[in-house]
Nanobody, 117 residues
Framework: QVQLVESGGGLVQAGGSLRLSCAAS????????MGWYRQAPGKQREFVAR???????NYADSVKGRFTISRDNAKNTVYLQMNNLKPEDTAVYYCRLGPTLVRLDYWGQGTQVTVSS
């Protein structure tokens, strides 16, 4: 089973920055898309950012211009650089690997990001 471990969450003031990391086990990291999702209390999990195996990226409109997703295949790690954070960014952030070629998805356990005003 692929294991994904998120880190880097915490408490930050509005306007501040934070970088999340997601370390993946196994040997399939580099050939699969990776993404970040988030879920706030009482809300559905929502897409934040995605990076393909070829490094093309996509972002939710709410984070465009503020967040940057990147990957380091040598370290089996994907990052989410979050700048100009807003209170509405407060959520648990989840790392996703997939879909794979056999249509599987893997998820991390999440890391809490709290943005205070």
């Amino acid at each position: 089973q692929v294991q994904l471990v998120e880190s880097g969450g915490g408490l930050v003031q509005a306007g501040g920055s934070l970088r999340l990391s997601c370390a993946a086990s196994g040997s399939i990291f580099s050939i699969n898309p990776m993404g970040w999702y988030r879920q706030a209390p009482g809300k559905q999990r929502e897409f934040v950012a995605r990076i393909a195996s070829g490094d093309s990226t996509n972002y939710a409109d709410s984070v465009k211009g503020r967040f940057t997703i990147s990957r380091d295949n040598a370290k089996n790690t994907v990052y989410l650089q979050m700048n100009n954070l807003k209170p509405e960014d407060t959520a648990v952030y989840y790392c996703r690997l997939g879909p794979t070629l056999v249509r599987l998805d893997y998820w991390g356990q999440g890391t809490q990001v709290t943005v205070s005003s």
